[in-house]
């Protein structure tokens, strides 16, 4: 139970301290709408999207404004198109992904995700399809998401399919090329990535999902923040050990707002609840980054000496108040590290405090991976996909999900801005070093999993 000083501390936390709602992302299966017929396998699916999905808006918005918590998204993900659609081709894809844009729209979604293939041990012709439809895809809808498997602990890492993404990331990115290369914002290329995951663009409803199911995203990077400079800025002699019981306990409270309204919203349109995921997701608003939480831990240039062990703190601490919270913590629940979404991530990299580098040996201990990245717009196609690989390798290793949002801009290079506002938001064009792992990549192939998928 949650005592009257916690009320109050929560009710602080959204009024001043950016506590929000993130995303409700309701999960639709979309299996019993495949036909060999596109348009009947379209008219199906809008039809099932449209009745399930019609009632969340209007739902979240009054639960919103019971509780007087704000929830700035409201989505949808779908089964992964590439199996739902087994045996189509490109331009059946590319018909079926328009259809769900429109869908969305029409139900007055957000974003709508679950263009999604699982390629990590081998492409079927409609999982390369779908890879290869990518460009036209991400180009021509606007609140449609994409991801694709590419690696797991299980199954070692498709270096073939991660190939191919490197060169259809720089496709999207020319046929974006007016909006910074956008496209790339909404493909998310993962190894081990997780079935209930709420956050966008790595959302899809997971086959040993139930048939609708309601998944939160609860984020307060603004709230861990004023939580540990209060503590700091006591009169009291602390340690590392404090700052981490703070985070926790921040965690914990933090959690169990997300789980009550989840709750009520699937109740209300009669959908499962599945599960609260407390990641620390920041948006480009000042207050309300991780980079900020990084500087209150005593962190004053983001990307310095510690970092990494600060992150690992924070990550853990995150997940312990979770879990102490709610039996259904899931998705990713940790710290996310995405630069151009986070402002102060965005100022330390375009100071070079903070490079690829430094930030590739951070992913090693936090939820996500090299997330919404910016690169110069000539990078190769082999250097992108060896940045996926070196990604899916920490992933594969360690057992954990990892990802990657690379978005390679058109006519900039390094030192140059993007900027695409809203959560996307924008910062520098990071320098990438030491481009010389070409014959490496074109091996292709598959690299192998590692000994410890042997665990049965």
Known sequence: MINSNDIIQTISMIQDEKLDVRAVNMGIDLFDCSDRDIKTACSLAKEKILRLASPLVETCDKIAEKYEIPIVNKRVAVSPVGDVLAGHGIDELIEFAKTLNDAAAEAGIDIIGGFSAMVQKGMTNTDKALIESLPYVLSQTSRLCSSVNC??????????????????????????????????????????????????????????????VINIGVSGPGVVKQAIERLVNSEKSINLQNIAEEIKYTAYRVTKCGEIIGREVAKKIKAEF???????????????????????????????????????????????????????????????????????????????????????????????????????????????????????????????????????????????????????????????????????????????????????
């Not at 991660?162 to 909006?179: F, M, S, V, Y």
């Not at 997701?281 to 983001?302: L, R």
């Not at 630069?339 to 090693?364: F, G, N, P, Q």
């Open 151 to 212: 690696a797991s602990t299980k199954a070692g890492i498709n270096v073939d399919a991660l190939i191919l993404l490197g060169q259809k990331l720089l496709e999207i990115a020319d046929k974006t090329k007016d909006a910074d290369g956008f496209g790339c914002c909404k493909l998310s290329i993962f190894a081990n990535m997780p079935e209930d995951n709420p956050f966008m663009s790595g959302a899809y409803k997971g086959i040993g999902e139930p048939e609708t």
């Open 274 to 456: 599945g599960i609260v995921d407390l990641s620390l997701a920041p948006t480009p608003a000042m207050g309300d980054s991780v980079g900020e939480i990084f500087q209150a831990m005593g962190i004053d240039k983001i990307g310095g000496p510690g970092n990494t062990a600060a992150l690992a703190m924070l990550n853990d601490a995150v997940k312990k108040g979770g879990t102490f919270a709610s039996g259904s913590v899931g998705g990713l629940s940790g710290a996310f590290i995405p630069v151009a979404e986070d402002s102060a991530l965005a100022e330390a990299a375009e100071k070079k405090y903070l490079s690829i580098e430094k930030l590739e040996a951070m992913t090693s201990v936090c939820s996500v991976g090299l997330d919404m990245i910016i690169v110069p717009g000539d990078t190769s196609a082999e250097t992108l996909t060896g940045l996926c690989m070196d990604e899916c390798a920490i992933g594969m290793i360690n057992r954990k999900t990892t990802s990657v949002r690379v978005i390679p801009v058109p006519g900039k290079v390094a030192g140059d801005k993007a900027y695409w506002g809203g959560l996307f938001g924008g910062g520098p064009v990071m320098e990438i070093k030491n481009n010389t792992s070409n014959r490496f990549v074109s091996y292709g192939g598959r690299i192998p999993a590692p000994l410890t998928a042997l665990n049965n």
